[in-house]
């Protein structure tokens, strides 16, 4: 999953970061509103963490720009203002969730799996596809009760997949969801990856649509000719 960060204060966006890329997400800084704006208007997030007190562009004005654009990306609202009237008029602007500075790293990471679940349709922690289970709160996944051990970039293609379990995914789709702004866009991993997770969860786990992309769907949903 990839995250964009919109935060001006050096060291808590540095912190944010290398918190967010430990836990296993792609993750992009901006450290000012101008920069927060265009990214969250040209690139694919599937959460961002907005502080309010930007220079250039305030934090209120990014979030009601990307409404007005129709950009519908769950917005965490990040500042150090704790008054019931900031709050609300975060959320009037259009944010999913709010918290207050100073904040425990552990909550901040909870409220944006949470906010990636929701986006996504997925109402609780544990994803399920027949036997394969993936828990986002622990980053385990299980073949058949049995731990199956995968690398980081094979978990974060896997768990793209789960979160839009049923859709068909682009090669492209899961190279921006997967990876932050640096990364080669012409290179061929995503294809290593998917070889490799059928190698660990079955041949059947990921099926590839010629010309479409991959799509991971449940066994016993599926449709039968």
Known sequence: MRVLIVED??????????????????????????DGHFLGSTESYDVIVLDLGLPEIDG????DRWRKEDITIPVLVLTARDSWSD?????????????????????LI?????????ASGNAS???IAGDVRLDTRSGKVTLDG?????????YKLLSYLMHHKGKVVSRTELIEHIYDQDFDRDSNTIEVFVT???????AEVIT???GLGYSLEDPSERRTE
């Open 87 to 107: 709050k609300v008029a975060g959320l009037d602007a259009g944010a999913d969730d709010y918290l207050a500075k100073p904040f425990q790293t552990e909550e």
């Open 146 to 154: 049995e731990p199956v051990k995968l690398t980081a970039q094979e």
């Open 196 to 202: 490799r997770i059928r190698k660990k969860l079955g």
């Open 125 to 127: 922690s544990e994803l």
């Open 9 to 34: 204060e050096p060291t808590l966006g540095r912190q944010l970061r290398a918190t967010l890329e430990g836990a296993g997400y792609a993750v992009d800084l901006a450290t000012d509103g101008e």
């Open 110 to 118: 909870a409220r944006l799996r949470a906010l990636i679940r929701r």
């Open 60 to 63: 209120l004005t990014v979030l």
């Open 208 to 210: 590839t649509i010629r």
